[in-house]
């Protein structure tokens, strides 16, 4: 089962455009105690801590679905999974040897569904997105559903390649060895926040891979928290 952390983050608007800028962070399988705004005794989470005291908290609320691609499909669409016909990851799981079987879901969110990207895109926005996906395959990706810069974004709901380079992603190049997904997923972005068109607003979607499986520390911080933990 899949557990999400979201985060909406509206910046100050520029000088040339009244459009709130936008950045929405999702980590994929995060438990919300999992940051340490939240109270975590163990994991040291600052700069999300500091984007927290500049933001609005939710704490009661609920997902579409306790599982990836539905919940994702949701977020893009605004509809209830079942509406979209995506119930279940992608491409699921369907035994056929059970009394009570499963619905026949999609394998892809249907282009004719008209996604928050495409909107945003049609009301001026710059539309970016970086990392997992898992909302269809080739023809079915981040940039054929209105965001106009994809890094990372494909089919599978875990990396291939594992988290550290070469990531055997169709979507995103090779960085130098002993590169970090993590790290390489929100470089993309911020790299597009400073270099983008300032005339016009901006919308960020930044989605991890972590915390999901294979389950492959970050080795800068490993040393510091086997400590931690040992402490």
Known sequence: WNFFFLLFIFFSCSNQTTQPNLLFIIVDDLGWKDVSYNDSDFYETFNIDRLSQNSMLFYNAY???????????????????????????????????????????????????ITIAELLKKNGYKTF???????????????????????????????????????????????????????????????FIENRDKSKPFAAFLSFYNVHTPIQENKEFYDYYVEKLNG
Not at 76 to 97: E, F, Q, R, S
Request: glycine content about 12%; aromatic content about 8%; proline content about 11%.
């Open 129 to 191: 997105y970086s990392g997992k996906w898992h909302l269809g395959s080739e023809g079915h990706y981040p940039e054929d559903q209105g965001f106009d810069i994809n890094k990372g974004g494909f089919e599978k709901g875990s990396p291939i390649g594992g988290y550290y380079s070469p990531y055997k992603n169709p979507k995103l190049s090779d960085g130098p060895e002993g590169e970090y997904l993590t790290d390489r997923l929100t470089q993309e972005t911020i790299d």
């Open 63 to 113: 997902s579409a679905s306790p599982v990836c691609s539905p919940t994702r499909a949701s977020i893009m669409t605004g509809k209830h999974p079942a509406v979209v016909n995506i119930t279940d990851w992608i491409p699921g799981l369907d035994p056929n040897d059970r009394i009570l079987l499963g619905p026949k879901d999609r394998n892809e969110l249907p282009l004719n569904e």
